[in-house]
């Protein structure tokens, strides 16, 4: 008997060759997924990664720009606000555009006007005003990915999931290069020499800024071109106190009843199999910058080389899961993202070497883009079409709750103790991941 902790998994490997499990990424739902998560994922760096790059370059103390990356636990508290979204009708947007993209278009016109403020902002002049601008960003991404993944899930039935989001994954690290590598080459191209400024320049950070709010209309034309999924019938409630049981409580009350106690390990896999990426992600930015790294050396290597390399990661993770399985890749991957932290520390002790730069993070990126689609799947096999948005809201609230938490003390401990200890002690907090999703495939 299948236990609720490990999701059956989206199609019998036996029933699906190579050639078939790939062709799916060329359907149109896949193609759709594909721009839509380029508009998810394009925010994310520019209030973290590139974000605390810029920081560090404007003289910001390294843990005060770890403490800023608490501004991404937005996306770790959307559950709270997810049943809105999964039950409000907008005035005229709604009627116009349907339930799930009138949300998305919203969200995406919110994030392109936080951008736009970030982009007139100077931290090195007005921290608080820029730590509230990527505030706005942080929320309305969050929003926009609460309304993304109920449209993902309400556009394919469950076996086609992992290809889906596989494709989401892929545009979403197509917008991590863009928003990272794109970013740094125009703060790099919009810098004038002529000014004696050989570090910051913040009329430089804003030229590439301006760019990627403009960037967000690839999100908002897809939205616009896409159909709008057909949601599950949703039984009309006959007052408010019924419309908010059906909206707040039904959701989590229908996830713990289906899993009863394996629940408890459901959520323990997913609130820690992030831990050691997320909370080493923190401090890449500042460690490139500290190793001596400009921003076309990094632009080219972490965010053109890794992120190349992420996209590889997640095409071989989709299809692995559609032919072993989920739960299988989800292991693999939790032991290669672990062990891949260890080749940071190794390369804090190298210096300047560019070539064990590229190395180092393309092993890095490769192990992360399976474990990433791995988990994704994962956690759209837990959810019920009939909460879609609500639950898979509270699966990645959770995801990211704790590891940026721990994040956000990040910068204090690489000034006590040094890089080299910091990347072992990430590597090490991914040993609890491997033993859990150990025992939740032995539970099936």
Not at 379 to 408: D, E, H
Request: net charge positive; hydrophobic share 55%; aromatic share 12%.
């Amino acid at each position: 008997m299948t236990d609720p902790a490990a999701p059956p998994d989206p199609a019998p490997p036996p029933t699906r060759g190579l050639r078939e499990s790939l062709a799916v990424y060329l359907r149109p739902e896949s193609l759709r997924m594909l721009a839509l998560g380029f508009a998810a994922g394009l925010p994310l760096l520019l209030t973290a990664g590139t974000l605390a790059l810029r920081l560090r370059e404007a003289g910001i103390d390294i843990d005060t720009i770890g403490f800023l990356g608490w501004v991404g636990l937005a996306y770790s508290f959307k559950w709270a606000w997810a049943p809105l979204v999964d039950r409000l009708p907008l005035p005229i947007l709604t009627r116009v555009l349907g339930r799930r993209r009138s949300w998305l278009l919203l969200a995406q016109a919110a994030v392109a006007a936080g951008l736009l403020g970030m982009a007139w902002t100077d931290p090195a002049r007005n921290l608080p005003a820029l730590v509230g601008w990527a505030l706005l960003v942080a929320f309305a991404s969050a929003t926009q990915d609460i309304a993304l993944d109920a449209f993902r899930i309400e556009s394919a039935p469950a076996r086609e999931q992992p290809a889906l989001a596989a494709s989401y994954q892929m545009g979403y690290r197509l917008a991590t290069i863009w928003a990272g590598a794109g970013a740094l080459w125009l703060a790099a191209w919009a810098e004038i020499p002529a000014a004696g400024l050989h570090g910051y320049q913040n009329t430089a950070w804003r030229a590439a800024y301006i760019v990627m709010a403009a960037s967000m209309a690839v999100g908002a034309l897809t939205v616009l071109f896409s159909p709008e999924p057909a949601p599950a019938a949703i039984a009309p409630a006959r007052n408010a106190r019924q419309w908010l049981e059906q909206a707040l409580v039904a959701p989590f009350a229908e996830f713990f009843h289906r899993h009863r106690w394996h629940a408890a390990l459901v959520l323990a896999l997913i609130g820690l199999y992030r831990i050691s990426d997320v909370v080493m992600g923190g401090m890449a930015g500042p460690f490139y910058v500290d190793m001596g790294f400009d921003k076309e050396e990094i632009a080219a290597v972490s965010k053109m080389f890794g992120v190349a390399m992420t996209l590889a990661g997640t095409f071989i993770g989709g299809a692995l899961a559609m032919r072993l399985g989920v739960m299988r890749v989800l292991l693999g991957g939790a032991f290669a993202s672990a062990a891949s932290n260890l080749l940071f520390a190794w390369l804090a002790t190298r210096g300047h070497d560019l070539p064990a730069f590229v190395a180092v993070v393309c092993a890095d990126n490769l192990a992360g883009g399976i474990a990433s689609a791995a988990f994704v799947g994962y956690l759209s096999g837990l959810t019920s079409v009939r909460y879609s948005a609500t639950q898979y809201a509270l699966f990645s609230s959770i995801a990211q709750l704790l590891p940026k938490f721990i994040a956000g003390y990040a910068g204090v401990y690489v000034k006590a103790f040094g890089y080299p200890s910091f990347f072992i002690g990430t590597a090490l907090l991914g040993l609890p991941v491997v033993l859990l999703v150990w025992v939740a495939q032995r539970k099936r």
